[in-house]
């Protein structure tokens, strides 16, 4: 996972940022199929043996209805510390919750930090329910890529961005990062090095 494939080096801003073009190109994949991760952690990131990441654990996923068509999901369920606050209130969420848990973790794939750090399960809780979780972006970033933190991780999930809008921003601000790895310059939402983990079995026996 990414916690292991990082620990013990200075792996270059670049290629952290690589990873997480990477994660957010598997989740427009998701997007337009209209599947709920619901649980976007390091955790569940790997990588095949290229280095390209993969986004893995499908478990808790859930197959959206058309738009327009009614849905409610309100159960709380993922990782409490990568959670959105509608998630944790038990009120309606959709693919904004997805966005609100990518930023925590192109957050903390950026910071070498972790969301919530020294807190635990009940006080994490309280914060999310109430604000959320603010997160310090390091002045040096690129504006690009500090807009997709913030903006990602709005308390309000309609103001939050599209997955297709973060994958956009942080593909063309790439282009301008030296790094020693290729990342993709195509600019489509395309997802044909990241092929999710059991996917096509959860796709075909989800039902809400």
């Known amino acids: 996972g990414i916690k292991k494939k990082s620990a013990g080096a200075a792996v270059p801003f670049g290629d952290r940022l690589k990873v997480a073009i990477e994660v957010a190109d598997a989740m427009c994949y998701l997007s337009r199929k209209r599947i709920l991760h619901r649980d976007i952690k390091p955790d569940n990131v790997g990588f095949t043996k290229k280095g390209d990441a993969k986004l893995y654990d499908f478990g808790l996923a859930k197959i959206l209805p058309r738009e327009g068509q009614d849905f409610k ?29 990518f930023s925590l973790l192109l957050w903390e794939l950026l910071s070498f930090d972790f969301p919530y750090r020294g807190m635990k399960d009940p006080e994490i809780h309280k914060k ?25 991780s709005d308390y309000t999930a309609s103001k939050r961005p599209s997955i297709e809008s973060m994958y956009s921003n942080l593909s ?9 790895a290729s990342l993709p310059t195509n600019g489509t939402q395309q997802c044909s090095k990241i092929v999710p983990c059991g996917l096509e079995e959860k796709m075909q026996c989800t039902s809400l």
């Not at 509608?86 to 919750?97: D, F, I, N, T, V």
């Not at 999310?128 to 990602?152: D, F, M, Y």
């Not at 063309?172 to 020693?180: D, I, L």
């Open 73 to 101: 999901f309100t159960a709380m369920v993922g990782t409490l510390r990568y959670m959105s606050p509608e998630c944790a209130k038990k009120e309606k969420y959709g693919l904004a919750s997805d966005v609100y848990s």
């Open 128 to 152: 999310l329910t109430s604000e959320g979780c603010p997160l310090q972006v390091i002045e040096s970033w690129p504006a690009a890529i500090k807009n997709c933190v913030l903006k990602g």
């Open 172 to 180: 063309r601000r790439s282009r301008k990062v030296n790094r020693r």
